[in-house]
């Protein structure tokens, strides 16, 4: 039951994040669902600890959910600089 949640929760970041940085367009269900769940992992293992909040796996909340897309939009940040860079 893990791995369901993490998708639809992965691809539900990972659209909030794309929204918000505005890529939307440029990726697809897929790659919104490997942004949402690498940006829970991120966010998880950065920003977790800050706030004091816990990661998806240990239940959905709206703090997990909010640490998880700043991990998702931190990860479209960063992707989107090296873009900039490649010709």
Not at 4 to 22: D, E, F, H, K
């Amino acid at each position: 039951m893990g791995i369901i949640i993490w998708l639809v929760m992965g691809g539900l970041v990972g659209w909030v994040a794309s929204l918000i940085m505005g890529t939307d367009g440029q990726q697809g269900i897929i790659l919104n669902i490997v942004v949402g769940i690498v940006g829970a992992l991120i966010g998880g293992w950065l920003i977790g600890p800050l706030l004091g909040a816990g990661s998806i796996n240990e239940g959905i909340t709206v703090m997990s959910f909010v640490v998880s897309l700043i991990g998702a939009v931190i990860l479209l940040g960063i992707l989107s600089l090296f873009q900039r860079r490649l010709p």
